[in-house]
């Protein structure tokens, strides 16, 4: 018999509690369980008055942005409208059936008059990892670090353009100690600085809407305002730490200043998984010096085709030079100021070479291949690649920080910015990565709890 249902007057009253409206395997049970926020309070007491009104509850309005991190819902605005007839995110930010949840520009005023130049949204990441790692759930053997770019809230068609000194490398001193050392040791006399010499400059783009972001070009197609992110996470996916800078900014450039972080707060990481773009002589020099093991996958020589490829050239250590294919010396010439010994040929030689379409265009003839002075750390990087079970540790990347990529732009909003300047965005994502991890934690924490009766049971039973 089909069944029909009977008409209800949807105006009756029903005596139930708000506990009783949300499902007991609700999301929202699990992060109220697997962290407790009451931490925030003692954070935040000094940047409230003791005088006048009372304002709405930090917690809460920490809450209102968690739920909107991790449920994906893409704005503050819309995050109210939805508490507004979700009784679930009722339950969890505290506020019944009858209460008005507060205005969506609550929490950017709050922000802008409050906790803006504060370290409390990063305590609040700290404080999430901590929790993880006091449960046991990091892996601190292995790191994976990768970047990505996150659209600005900026118009692409809004800029002015600028000409901006280049900024100088992180390792620029070392670099300048160790030419100066190689060139001496080469009887050359040391490179000088030169108070004349102007510094070296670049036109930029300049958005006007947000002017802290970088034009970002990837193709001929992919061309935006946005930021560069790069991020840290361990064999489980947690997310260890980030940092961020304009979308203009190689990924290499900022690596130095989240590995820093990273291991620090995490020095037993054994192993530095990166993908070729952090292939330089200066990142494996800084990993192999710290003790530890960078993997890294093969690079792709970048010549033109139909040419000799860079490793056909055989660098002879003893005799310090390159041995071309057609078995001709390539005598070392100078150290520039970029940090590249440079090998030329014996154009008397290379005229009548057999190979010399193959090898050169030069009119004078002449064969140059370049060799960085930290070129045996790129050569332990190889020796590393080959070696047993360092191919495997290199695959997990797509399990694990391009997972985290994934989940945050699919599920959580990250594929554009929600709000303008670098600070508000990193605050953005400290509450993004540290809503990512909570999600984690707490679905662990529950499935755990909810094993380990039966587990228990099962002891007890086959124990006797």
């Not at 704005?75 to 009858?98: H, P, Q």
């Not at 990441?125 to 993880?132: A, K, L, N, T, Y």
């Not at 989240?258 to 037993?268: A, T, V």
């Not at 192999?288 to 993997?295: H, M």
């Amino acid at each position: 018999m089909m069944g029909k249902k009977a008409e209800i007057n949807k105006k009756q009253i029903e005596m139930l509690s708000l506990d009783q409206l949300v499902p007991e395997e609700h999301l929202v049970r699990k992060l109220e369980k697997a962290i407790d926020l009451s931490f925030i309070y003692p954070l935040v007491k000094e940047l409230y008055s003791p005088f006048g009104a009372e304002s709405i509850d930090p917690v809460v309005l920490i809450k209102l942005n968690i739920i909107q991190y991790t449920f994906g819902i893409r704005s503050m605005r819309r995050t109210i409208k939805e508490i507004e007839v979700n009784n679930a995110y009722r339950w969890y930010i505290g506020y019944g059936l009858n209460e008005k949840p507060p205005h969506f520009s609550t929490f950017s005023k709050n922000y802008a008059r409050r906790f803006a130049g504060t370290d409390l949204f990063e305590q609040i990441f700290s404080r999430v990892v901590g929790e993880i790692m006091e449960h046991g759930f990091i892996e601190e053997e292995t790191a994976f670090f990768d970047g990505t770019h996150v659209k600005a809230s900026a118009n692409n068609h809004k800029y002015r353009k600028e000409i901006v000194e280049k900024s100088s490398k992180y390792y620029e001193e070392d670099l300048r100690k160790e030419i100066n050392a190689d060139r001496e040791a080469h009887g050359k006399k040391p490179l000088k600085d030169d108070p004349e010499e102007t510094p070296e400059t670049k036109e930029n783009k300049s958005s006007t809407t947000d002017p802290d972001c970088g034009f970002f070009h990837k193709g001929e197609h992919k061309k935006v305002f946005a930021y560069g992110v790069n991020v840290a996470c361990d064999s489980n996916n947690y997310v260890l730490g980030f940092e961020i800078d304009a979308g203009n900014i190689h990924d290499s450039v900022i690596f130095p200043r989240i590995y820093e972080r990273i291991i620090k707060s995490h020095p037993d990481i054994k192993n530095v998984v990166l993908d070729a773009g952090f292939k330089t002589p200066a990142i494996a020099r800084q990993i192999i010096k710290d003790g530890r093991t960078p993997v890294m996958p093969y690079k792709r020589p970048m010549t033109k085709e139909g040419f000799f490829k860079k490793y056909e050239y055989v660098y002879d250590e003893y005799y310090d030079c390159y041995i071309c294919p057609n078995n001709s010396i390539l005598a070392y010439s100078t150290t520039n100021r970029d940090g590249y010994k440079e090998y030329k040929s014996n154009p008397a030689v290379c005229a009548s070479c057999p190979y010399l379409i193959k090898c050169t265009q030069s009119k004078n003839h002449v064969k140059l291949v370049t060799r960085h002075i930290w070129e045996e750390y790129i050569e332990q990087v190889e020796d590393i690649r080959h070696t047993t079970g360092m191919k495997e540790i290199y695959d997990k990347r797509k399990e694990t920080i391009e997972r985290v990529f994934a989940d945050a732009k699919e599920l959580h909003g990250m594929r554009y910015a929600k709000h303008r300047g670098i600070n508000r965005v990193r605050m953005e994502l400290n509450l993004l990565f540290a809503c990512m991890n909570l999600k984690k934690l707490a679905k662990r924490l529950w499935k755990d709890a909810c094993f380990l009766p039966f587990l228990l049971r099962f002891i007890e039973i086959y124990a006797v």
